[in-house]
Structures are given as structure tokens and as C-alpha cells.
């Protein structure tokens, strides 16, 4: 039976789906278009019509993975979403998937950019993820309107980029996480939440 072809969007994620299989196994230094073509199925002259070089497929690829793996939670109650999220990214921190964005980082250096659109990628801390866990407390009646603000709805996630910064990039003790959530961020949008203990 003749293999069906694939063209456009299925084409595309197919490709994508590939490389992000490649970051995941061997990350940034192990992604080469012979080896994404091939766990495609395809060559190597439809990836470079989408992509130009190897760092525009790593940062596309890479925003899949991203997007793939910071969902926006759904627990009912705007702590428990937030601290969801942010101990994901702190336990992500000594991951593979934090060596891949280094590995990024240091090879889109040269193209301002593939470097603007992955500081982009990683520095927004996926607003519309945010936006979406506001939203819903606004409408359970938890925060207040006017946060739905891409810089209000980010700040928990600054903080903790922040203390990787200040402490070299090590991961964050969970109390600090704690303090980020309950002194500053619900305050900051006017969450209501009866009960504030540490979990």
C-alpha cells in the first residue's frame, strides 16, 4: 500500500514532533536536520523550506515542548494552580529541558532574531498560560479584574526567574516558593483565600 503524502500543517508537526523527540533524547548539540528528516520521514530540503538552520528548528521545537508541558492547571483554586506551575518550572530547572534552552541560547546568539524570538519564548513565562489561571479566578470571584494584565499575571514567575538568577541558577527551596505565592503575587491581585497554610 503506497504511503499516504503529507503536505502542510500534518507535514509541519510531523517535523516538529521529530525534532522535539530529538531535544528530549539528545538535546540541542544531537539536533541535526539528517537526523530529524529521518525520524520524520521525510528530507532534508522540506525542513530547510520551514526552517532556515538548525536554531530556528531547535527554538520552534522547543516552543512545542514548552507549550506541551506548562498547560494551564485546573485545580479550582488560584494558589493551588500557581503553585502548581511554579514548583513545575523549579523541578524543570534541573531537568534535561533547561539544558536544552541553554544549549539554545548560546548557539541563536549570533542571529538577533532567532535570539529575540527565543528570549521571548522563554522570558514572557507563558502569559497566556497566566492569563487563563486569572481569568478563572476572577470568575469564581477570587481576583480582581484589572490583573488579567500580562505584567501583573507574570510577576510570580519574574520572582522565581529572579531567584535562579541570584542564586546561580540552583533550584529554589520550596518556602521560597511559598513566600513568592502567599506575600506577593495573591496579594498583588487581590486574591481571596481562606486558607493559606503550606501546601
Not at 508541558?69 to 488560584?78: A, K, M, V
Request: glycine share 8%; charged share 25%.
Amino acid at each position: 500500500m503506497a504511503q499516504v503524502r503529507r503536505r502542510g500543517a500534518v507535514l509541519e508537526q510531523a517535523i516538529l514532533r521529530a525534532a522535539v523527540e530529538e531535544l528530549t533524547e539528545s538535546g540541542y548539540p544531537g539536533l541535526t536536520m539528517d537526523r530529524v528528516a529521518r525520524r520524520a520521514g521525510t528530507n532534508k530540503n522540506t525542513i530547510y523550506r520551514r526552517w532556515p538552520n538548525r536554531a530556528a528548528l531547535g527554538v520552534a521545537a522547543y516552543r512545542q515542548l514548552v507549550e506541551e508541558r506548562l498547560g494551564p492547571p485546573d485545580t479550582g483554586e488560584l494558589r493551588a494552580d500557581v503553585l502548581t506551575v511554579l514548583r513545575q518550572m523549579n523541578r524543570d530547572l534541573s531537568s534535561p529541558r533547561a539544558d536544552i534552552a541553554r544549549g539554545l541560547m548560546a548557539s541563536a546568539s549570533e542571529d538577533p532574531e532567532l535570539f529575540a524570538q527565543l528570549q521571548e519564548l522563554v522570558g514572557d513565562g507563558g502569559s497566556g498560560m497566566w492569563l487563563t489561571m486569572l481569568e478563572r479566578a476572577v470568575a469564581r470571584g477570587e481576583a480582581l479584574p484589572e490583573a488579567c494584565h500580562p505584567r501583573v499575571a507574570t510577576v510570580a514567575v519574574v520572582l522565581l526567574r529572579n531567584e535562579y538568577v541570584t542564586r546561580g541558577m540552583q533550584s529554589v527551596p520550596d518556602e521560597v516558593i511559598l513566600e513568592i505565592v502567599d506575600e506577593v503575587y495573591l496579594p498583588l491581585v487581590g486574591a481571596r483565600v481562606a486558607d493559606r497554610r503550606p501546601g
